[in-house]
T-cell receptor
Framework: KAGVTQTPRYLIKTRGQQVTLSCSPISGHRSVSWYQQTPGQGLQFLFEYFSETQRNKGNFPGRFSGRQFSNSRSEMNVSTLELGDSALYLC????????????FGQGTRLTVV | GQNIDQPTEMTATEGAIVQINCTYQTSGFNGLFWYQQHAGEAPTFLSYNVLDGLEEKGRFSSFLSRSKGYSYLLLKELQMKDSASYLCAVSHNSGNTPLVFGKGTRLSVIA
C-alpha cells in the first residue's frame, strides 16, 4: 500500500508570491491534516479535511487555505508569502477520524527568500 | 486549550537507557501517541497509550498516567540510529480534533 505522498519535496519562493502544495493520502484514508513544522514551534496544526469538508482549523492567518477533492487528495495554498512561512509542511492521513494514528508524508520544505 | 511539554534536547550514550518525559494538560483526553522523526524525514508512529500503565514493544516502551497527565518513552540498549526527535501527541476524544503535538525532544546518541 503506497504511503502518503507530498509534492513537491522542495520549493523556493520569494516574498509576496503564492504557493500550492499537494498531498495524496493513503488509499482509503478520508481524513487529511496539514501541519507546519519549524525548529522553534514544532508541529503546528493548520487544518483538517474529511470528505471535502474542512472540519478543523488551526490558528493561522487567512493567507493559509486548503481544500480536499473527491478522491481525498488535498492541497494547501499560501498566498502573499512571508519569510516566516519558511518551514516543513507535513500532511498526515487517517482512515476516518482525525484523533487516531496519523500517517505522515515526507513533507514539503518551503523556503521563502 | 492544550499544553504539552517535553524537554528540548537530551544526550545519551550508546547501549544505555534513556527516558523522555511528556506532560500534558488537556480536556477531553483520549490517548497519547509517540512518534519518531529522523532529520529530514516524516514522523513515524512508535506507540499509543490509552490506558494507564506500561506498553512494551521491543527496545521501546511507553508509559501513561492519565491522572497525572504524564507519559514517558523509554528507549533501551540505545543505538546510534536512535538519534532523532521524539514527539508526543495528545489525542482528543472528539473524532474531529486532530492530534496536538509537543515541540519534540531531540535525542543525540553518542559513542
Amino acid at each position: 500500500k503506497a504511503g502518503v505522498t507530498q509534492t513537491p519535496r522542495y520549493l523556493i519562493k520569494t516574498r509576496g508570491q503564492q504557493v500550492t502544495l499537494s498531498c495524496s493520502p493513503i488509499s482509503g484514508h478520508r481524513s487529511v491534516s496539514w501541519y507546519q513544522q519549524t525548529p522553534g514551534q514544532g508541529l503546528q496544526f493548520l487544518f483538517e479535511y474529511f470528505s471535502e469538508t474542512q472540519r478543523n482549523k488551526g490558528n493561522f492567518p487567512g493567507r493559509f487555505s486548503g481544500r480536499q477533492f473527491s478522491n481525498s487528495r488535498s492541497e494547501m495554498n499560501v498566498s502573499t508569502l512571508e519569510l516566516g512561512d519558511s518551514a516543513l509542511y507535513l500532511c498526515a492521513s487517517s482512515p476516518r477520524t482525525a484523533n487516531t494514528e496519523a500517517f505522515f508524508g515526507q513533507g514539503t520544505r518551503l523556503t521563502v527568500v | 486549550g492544550q499544553n504539552i511539554d517535553q524537554p528540548t534536547e537530551m544526550t545519551a550514550t550508546e547501549g544505555a537507557i534513556v527516558q523522555i518525559n511528556c506532560t500534558y494538560q488537556t480536556s477531553g483526553f483520549n490517548g497519547l501517541f509517540w512518534y519518531q522523526q529522523h532529520a529530514g524525514e516524516a514522523p513515524t508512529f512508535l506507540s499509543y497509550n490509552v490506558l494507564d500503565g506500561l506498553e512494551e514493544k521491543g527496545r521501546f516502551s511507553s508509559f501513561l498516567s492519565r491522572s497525572k497527565g504524564y507519559s514517558y518513552l523509554l528507549l533501551k540498549e540505545l543505538q546510534m540510529k536512535d538519534s532523532a526527535s521524539y514527539l508526543c501527541a495528545v489525542s482528543h476524544n472528539s473524532g474531529n480534533t486532530p492530534l496536538v503535538f509537543g515541540k519534540g525532544t531531540r535525542l543525540s546518541v553518542i559513542a
